[in-house]
T-cell receptor
Framework: GENVEQHPSTLSVQEGDSAVIKCTYS??????FPWYKQELGKRPQLIID?????GEKKDQRIAVTLNKTAKHFSLHITETQPEDSAVYFC????????????FGIGTKLQVIP | SAVISQKPSRDICQRGTSLTIQCQVD?????MFWYRQQPGQSLTLIAT?????????ESGFVIDKFPISRPNLTFSTLTVSNMSPEDSSIYLC??????????????FGPGTRLTVL
């Protein structure tokens, strides 16, 4: 089955700096890579995703890159703000309807004001 | 995205008892998923619930311990049976939207925080 590794497990940045979280996956057939943000005591929320037909996707201060050859993908948050503090999970699955999604262990991001 | 609710939001239970968690969605969905999230940990899939058929369980999870019902396209229940303190966790249901490019986008319910004494 799929295995998703995520690092770092914790990350502290100063407000305004950038944060990068990296993930690798094992199953070369995986082609859908979502990122979830989970604030303390709340549900995970989808913040951005990327499919294998593109190498990069951006949404305001958040961007995700994908390298299918190396089987790794990354989340980039620019101009971090205190409200970005949360746990971020990367995940991988195959597309095509109701496939199992495998999650990474999560990265606890702390943005220091 | 779908609007998902869960009941109860939290509960404290005694060892050996069972708890049934309900998940309600505001639209019809084919697949519903049940996850467990232990404190400070990632999300672990327990089972996939398809309306009209038996749930499919992941390795390490069995139907006798986590029976699931899926009576219609908007509702599912997960029962945690014969509970022990190791079952203390957050249990989340999720649904996957479908259609066009939306396949695989999973949306989560608010979760049920279970403490077993």
């Amino acid at each position: 089955g799929e295995n998703v590794e995520q690092h770092p497990s914790t990350l502290s940045v100063q407000e305004g700096d950038s944060a990068v979280i990296k993930c690798t996956y094992s199953d070369s057939a995986s082609n859908y890579f979502p990122w979830y943000k989970q604030e303390l005591g709340k549900r995970p929320q989808l913040i951005i995703d990327i499919r294998s037909n593109v190498g990069e996707k951006k949404d305001q201060r958040i961007a995700v890159t994908l390298n299918k050859t190396a089987k790794h993908f990354s989340l980039h948050i620019t101009e971090t703000q205190p409200e970005d503090s949360a746990v971020y999970f990367c995940a991988a699955s195959k597309s095509g309807g109701y496939q199992k999604v495998t999650f990474g262990i999560g990265t606890k991001l702390q943005v220091i004001p | 995205s779908a609007v998902i609710s869960q009941k109860p939001s939290r509960d404290i239970c005694q060892r050996g008892t069972s708890l049934t968690i309900q998940c309600q969605v505001d639209s019809q969905v084919t697949m519903m998923f049940w996850y467990r999230q232990q404190p400070g940990q990632s999300l672990t899939l327990i089972a996939t619930a398809n309306q009209g058929s038996e749930a499919t369980y992941e390795s390490g999870f069995v139907i006798d311990k986590f029976p699931i019902s899926r009576p219609n396209l908007t509702f599912s229940t997960l029962t945690v049976s014969n509970m022990s303190p190791e079952d203390s966790s957050i249990y989340l249901c999720s649904v996957e939207t479908a259609g066009g490019t939306s396949y695989n986008e999973q949306f989560f319910g608010p979760g049920t925080r279970l403490t077993v004494l």
